[in-house]
């Protein structure tokens, strides 16, 4: 079965700095997907950014983007320029490429921006 | 367009009570998933439906069931409430055919209290 792993429940960061969110996962498939969710307070889940394994590039979204070692199965978000609206719940999470959407959630990281 | 919808918003039930959660997915997506987020928690698969079939199921009691109406929205049922099914109960929607850039649209959930 596939596990996904964050070791930081929470972690702070001055606004405008940078901040790296770690996750590493295990699984004995090769191709999967891999996501990190953001969960504001009282508010949806929304996508941030989105890995294919069969992918070598990480990768990026505006402030965000990835570092993806496949080989060591890990998964890091990279926050830059924090703004005060990154303050939220983040999700590392894992799909399978089969029929299912079934997601696997890690336990996440809460993230508080420090004005 | 209309994100995905949830109803209720709360819920506060008693042990032993039976509940049904509705989902409406957005416009257009033929896939509707399920998913439990205890408090502190990630969010837990429950189901999946697809064109009104079971696609898949993770590991959740026979106490839950759900079903899913020709017009693509879903019901989650959950019977003989125990205390430890309260929980914020998500809604997830997505076109259901399984390519990498097929995006889970997350509802706002409901809120269920077991006293």
């Known amino acids: 079965a596939q596990t996904v792993t964050q070791s930081q429940p929470e972690m702070s960061v001055q606004e405008a700095e940078t901040v790296t969110l770690s996750c590493t996962y295990d699984?004995?498939?090769?191709?999967?997907?891999l996501f990190w969710y953001k969960q504001p307070p009282s508010r949806q889940m929304i996508l941030v950014i989105r890995q294919e394994a069969y992918k070598q590039q990480n990768a990026t979204e505006n402030r965000f983007s990835v570092n993806f070692q496949k080989a060591a199965k890990s998964f890091s978000l990279k926050i830059s320029d924090s703004q005060l609206g990154d303050a939220a719940m983040y999700f590392c999470?894992?799909?399978?490429?089969?029929?299912?959407?079934?997601?696997?959630f890690g336990k996440g990281t809460r993230l508080h921006i420090l004005p | 367009d209309a994100g995905v919808t949830q109803s209720p918003t709360h819920l506060i039930k008693t042990r032993g009570q039976q509940v049904t959660l509705r989902c409406s997915p957005i416009s257009g997506h033929k896939s509707v998933s399920w998913y439990q987020q205890v408090l502190g928690q990630g969010p837990q698969f429950i189901f999946q439906?697809?064109?009104?079939?079971?696609?898949g199921r993770g590991n959740f009691p026979d106490r839950f069931s759900a079903r899913q109406f020709p017009n693509y929205s879903s019901e989650l049922n959950v019977n003989a409430l125990l205390l430890g099914d309260s929980a914020l109960y998500l809604c997830?929607?997505?076109?259901?055919?399984?390519?990498?850039?097929?995006?889970?649209?997350f509802g706002p959930g409901t809120r269920l209290t077991v006293l």
């Open positions: 997830a929607s997505s076109s259901g055919m399984g390519f990498s850039t097929d995006t889970q649209y």
């Open positions: 439906y697809y064109e009104k079939e079971e696609r």
């Open positions: 699984t004995s498939e090769s191709d999967y997907y």
């Open positions: 999470a894992y799909r399978s490429q089969n029929r299912d959407d079934k997601i696997i």
